[in-house]
């Protein structure tokens, strides 16, 4: 399972890196949410970790409450984020690297997912369960996103960029009430 842990953190921190570096370039909405939420889930690998130091103990339950935190955090964050660019009617440039992490992200973090759903079912641990829904996510946000993405350019309409954003908060909340109950979704 460390293993597993360790392959998360590396590949979060790349997509963190490139997805913040697009949001940036194209002052992008819906990049800087899909980065966003590689912080989220970086952290959220992070505290899976945790458990096996023993000089820190975090419980699965708090595990799971800090999950949840981290998903209603992200939803703010990409609401205000899609919100404020409607507001001022932010003009987002295509962005090649942003549409390129989000197609890597599409393949990868579905089978990043159902691995980390296969060994929390094996070892039972409810952390592992809650981190492959962070993983989920992050592939239902790549698909947001990319879309965003690609209707802006193919279309030339900024607004979509924005939009995709928005679109994004519904599962996320959903998401975090059910691992703040303890409970993955059914999309893991």
């Known amino acids: 399972m460390l293993w597993l842990q360790g392959v998360t953190l590396a590949w979060m921190l790349v997509e963190l890196g490139v997805s913040v570096f697009a949001a940036v370039t194209a002052r992008s909405p819906a990049m800087m949410a899909f980065g966003s939420d590689s912080l989220v889930e970086l952290l959220s690998a992070v505290v899976v970790l945790l458990q096996w ?3 820190i103990p975090i419980s699965e339950r708090m595990a799971h409450r800090v999950s949840a935190v981290l998903l209603f955090v992200l939803s703010f964050v990409v609401g205000l984020t899609g919100f404020a660019a409607l507001v001022v009617r ?3 440039e295509t962005s090649r690297s942003g549409i390129g992490i989000t197609i890597a992200a599409l393949i990868a973090m579905p089978v990043l997912a159902s691995f980390k759903r296969r060994e929390a079912r094996l070892s039972k641990n409810a952390a592992l369960a809650a981190d492959a ?8 946000l790549a698909l ?21 954003a928005l679109l994004a908060i519904p599962i996320l909340i959903k998401e975090g009430r059910l691992a703040w109950r303890g409970r993955g979704c059914g999309c893991c």
Not at 133 to 140: D, G, K, M, P
């Open 90 to 92: 932010l003009q987002p």
């Open 144 to 164: 947001v996103t990319l879309a965003g993405l690609a209707m802006n350019a193919v279309f030339h309409m900024p607004w979509f960029d924005s939009l995709a």
């Open 53 to 55: 130091i023993p000089r």
């Open 133 to 140: 829904v962070q993983s989920a996510t992050c592939a239902y």
